[in-house]
T-cell receptor, first 111, second 115 residues
Framework: NAGVTQTPKFRVLKTGQSMTLLCAQDMNHEYMYWYRQDPGMGLRLIHYSVGEGTTAKGEVPDGYNVSRLKKQNFLLGLESAAPSQTSVYFC??????????FGPGTRLTVT | AQSVTQLDSQVPVFEEAPVELRCNYSSSVSVYLFWYVQYPNQGLQLLLK??????LVESINGFEAEFNKSQTSFHLRKPSVHISDTAEYFC?????????????FGTGTRLLVSP
């Protein structure tokens, strides 16, 4: 079991460029989440999904879009990157009343 | 709305000393509580959790936390820390009335263990 994997691990974008972050889990979890982590602010929920084909907004959704076409994958898109989106992005998955399992993170810098 | 407060952003401690990392939460309903640990340049790993039952929960590496409903706290303790415990620790809360967990995290406490 690989658990939760994220690609890429690092990325540098110029302002206005777009990109997609991929999260994959092999634990057959129903629920998947995208967070961003910024110094002194903990983790903040961007978007989440309660099942294949469903997505919902979290605490800080502006500037991001997501899709969950397959149960095991959860994609996070930035259509027009801004410096304020420089952050470390974490994906997580969970099932039922279990804890969330986190991926290793993607470090994104927008210049 | 739920919120989690970790008052200490950084806690320096000497090896083999005891440590307490504080966590307070606010919620109007029953909650599930979690402590996650993040080692440098890694993702978050679950350290321990309180779902129900005994209010004292323990991890496999010597940490423990006690759920105190009257004080709305879930402080993390270890009687003797090791250098390898140096990491950032996050407290998180989820309202426990559904199977779906939407966690609210505190801002984290960086534990710095020195020889």
């Amino acid at each position: 079991n690989a658990g939760v994997t994220q690609t890429p691990k690092f990325r540098v974008l110029k302002t206005g460029q777009s990109m997609t972050l991929l999260c994959a889990q092999d634990m057959n979890h129903e629920y998947m989440y995208w967070y961003r982590q910024d110094p002194g602010m903990g983790l903040r929920l961007i978007h989440y999904s309660v099942g294949e084909g469903t997505t919902a907004k979290g605490e800080v959704p502006d500037g991001y879009n997501v899709s969950r076409l397959k149960k095991q994958n959860f994609l996070l898109g930035l259509e027009s990157a801004a410096p304020s989106q420089t952050s470390v992005y974490f994906c997580a998955s969970a099932t039922g009343f279990s804890e969330q399992y986190f991926g290793p993170g993607t470090r994104l810098t927008v210049t | 709305a739920q919120s989690v407060t970790q008052l200490d952003s950084q806690v320096p401690v000497f090896e083999e000393a005891p440590v307490e990392l504080r966590c307070n939460y606010s919620s109007s309903v029953s909650v599930y509580l979690f402590w996650y640990v993040q080692y440098p340049n890694q993702g978050l790993q679950l350290l321990l959790k309180y779902l129900s039952g005994s209010t004292l929960v323990e991890s496999i590496n010597g940490f423990e936390a006690e759920f105190n409903k009257s004080q709305t706290s879930f402080h993390l303790r270890k009687p003797s820390v090791h250098i390898s415990d140096t990491a950032e620790y996050f407290c998180a809360v989820s309202e426990g009335n559904t199977g779906f967990q939407k966690l609210v995290f505190g801002t984290g406490t960086r534990l710095l263990v020195s020889p």
